[in-house]
């Protein structure tokens, strides 16, 4: 079930934003970057279930911006997404495409497999970060 301001307010997305970060492979795993790489600071920001959007990856840039650490958002779904036409899931359809995301790419078991490797590759990628903490966004809170 989502939210009502996520199914009626619409994202801000800053016209012709241009993405202050870059991608890289960390831990087997397409990684966004942004920030500071000599940070002590370090950010893993888990996104929902529709990837690599702009506005989540804006707000990675405006985080880390914002308290000079140094931001990454794994891509945990191997580059599958979920359209935003499923939802809300209110038809049989929806429900269908929805439950095998879930249970496919969007597998909790599944993503927390893939952090020992993502862990490991950060901290040999960013020496400098002493601090890390997690947070996510609607499904990646269920993972962060």
Same mark, same amino acid.
């Given at each position: ?28 795993v ?14 893993? $920001?888990? /996104? &929902?279930?529709?990837?690599? %959007? ?11 911006? +914002? =308290? ?6 794994? $891509?945990? /779904? &191997?580059?599958?997404?979920? %359209? ?11 429900? +269908? =495409? ?43 809170g269920?993972?962060?």
């Amino acid at each position: 079930m989502t939210c009502e301001a996520c199914r009626t307010i619409a994202p801000f997305v800053a016209k012709d934003y241009e993405l202050a970060g870059t991608y890289e492979t960390i831990g087997n795993v397409r990684t966004y970057v942004t920030g500071s790489k000599t940070a002590t600071a370090g950010i893993v $920001d888990i /996104f &929902d279930v529709f990837g690599f %959007s702009t506005q989540t990856l804006q707000g990675a840039d405006i985080l880390a911006s +914002e =308290t000079n650490s140094l931001v990454v958002v794994p $891509d945990l /779904f &191997d580059g599958q997404t979920l %359209s935003h036409d499923c939802i809300p899931p209110d038809t049989d359809e929806k429900k +269908e =495409t929805l439950s095998k995301f879930l249970g496919g790419p969007a597998s909790v078991s599944r993503v927390v497999g893939l952090f020992p490797s993502m862990v490991e590759g950060y901290q040999e990628g960013f020496p400098a970060v002493k601090k890390w903490a997690a947070f996510g966004l609607c499904w990646g809170g269920k993972v962060g």
